[in-house]
């Protein structure tokens, strides 16, 4: 599986993303935004996932896979 982290514009976006992701049975928790990573708040999912995610309708600000502890970007919104 990989792991990546969704980070979010609001603490609410965050909360909605989550409780997808418990709906689809992927494993996944809330957690402090890393350090090494930026983000317009504070709160991330951290998520585990070999499976395509279906993303519209989220708020999600940036997308990251996390490899032996760096982040690479794999995805950012358009949104200002």
Same mark, same amino acid.
């Given at each position: 599986?990989?792991?990546?982290?969704?980070?979010?514009?609001?603490?609410?976006?965050?909360?909605?993303?989550?409780?997808?992701?418990?709906?689809?049975? /992927?494993? !996944?928790?809330? %957690?402090?935004?890393?350090? @090494?990573? $930026?983000?317009?708040?504070?709160?991330?999912?951290?998520?585990?996932?070999?499976?395509?995610?279906?993303?519209?309708?989220?708020? /999600?600000? !940036?997308?990251? %896979?996390?490899?032996?502890? @760096?982040? $690479?970007?794999?995805?950012?919104?358009?949104?200002?």
């Amino acid at each position: 599986m990989r792991n990546y982290i969704a980070t979010f514009f609001s603490h609410y976006d965050a909360l909605n993303f989550f409780s997808m992701t418990k709906e689809k049975n /992927i494993t !996944a928790k809330i %957690i402090p935004v890393p350090r @090494k990573v $930026s983000a317009s708040c504070g709160t991330c999912v951290s998520f585990n996932t070999d499976s395509t995610i279906d993303f519209t309708g989220y708020e /999600i600000e !940036a997308i990251y %896979i996390e490899t032996d502890g @760096k982040y $690479s970007e794999v995805w950012v919104s358009d949104s200002d």
